[in-house]
């Protein structure tokens, strides 16, 4: 298994451009998250999904967009980039909680470090 | 407004010494409290916490829930140079299916030979 892969590792964009982080799971998760980590400070909720075809903002959503047409796949669109999205992106992704459970462990991607210049 | 804090917000050691990092945290329906372990690249999940007063240990790492000062430590014995990492609490809170997880800013912690 590959986990949870994240595309591109590195990227630079312009102010206004655009551009969507990639990011899939092989491990027939439900639930998938986007987190940003600015420096200093822990990891803030973009956007969730708890399935295919269903997403909920999280905790910084303004500035970006997500779809998930597979259980697979969870793309963070980013439009009009602007230098205060400049961060790393993590995405990750889990099996619902368990009855009798209150969390299941969120298995992380390796992290996309956008710069907006 | 779900808020976590951790401290110290760095620390430099030396091999062998001991540390306690620790996290507190003001948050609406507490589930869960986590540490992660954050080197180079993406969080491990270290431990989790439910119950107060309960230690979770493993190896050199251990960590307690103290539900009534709304707290938890995180002790780390006989530090190891690989033990240098950023160390992230987090608090599961919520009523929904999906609990949101709030970080707090993590300690960076840096083990010198």
């Known amino acids: 298994n590959a986990g949870v892969t994240q595309t591109p590792k590195f990227r630079i964009l312009k102010i206004g451009q655009s551009m969507t982080l990639q990011c899939a799971q092989d491990?027939?998760?439900?639930?998938m998250y986007w987190y940003r980590q600015d420096p200093g400070m822990g990891l803030k909720l973009i956007y969730y999904?708890?399935?295919?075809?269903?997403?909920d903002k999280g905790e910084v959503p303004n500035g970006y967009n997500v779809s998930r047409s597979t259980t697979e796949d969870f793309p963070l669109r980013l439009e009009l980039a602007a230098p205060s999205q400049t961060s790393v992106y993590f995405c990750?992704?889990?099996?619902?909680?368990?009855?009798?459970?209150?969390?299941?462990?969120?298995?992380f991607g390796p992290g996309t470090r956008l710069t907006v210049l | 407004e779900d808020k976590v804090v951790q401290s110290p917000l760095s620390l430099v050691v030396h091999e062998g010494d001991t540390v306690t990092l620790n996290c507190s945290y003001e948050?609406?329906?507490?589930?869960?409290l986590l540490w992660y372990k954050q080197e180079k690249k993406a969080p491990t999940f270290l431990f989790m916490l439910?119950?107060?007063?309960i230690e979770k240990k493993s190896g050199r790492l251990s960590s307690i829930l103290d539900k009534k000062e709304l707290s938890s430590i995180l002790n780390i014995t006989a530090t190891q140079t690989g033990d240098s990492a950023i160390y992230l609490c987090a608090v599961l809170a919520g009523g929904t299916s999906y609990g949101k997880l709030t970080f707090g800013q993590g300690t960076i912690l840096t083990v010198h030979p």
């Open positions: 439910t119950s107060s007063g």
């Open positions: 491990m027939n998760h439900n639930y």
């Open positions: 999904s708890v399935g295919a075809g269903i997403t």
């Open positions: 948050v609406t329906n507490f589930r869960s």
């Open positions: 990750a992704s889990s099996y619902p909680p368990t009855s009798g459970s209150s969390y299941n462990e969120q298995f």
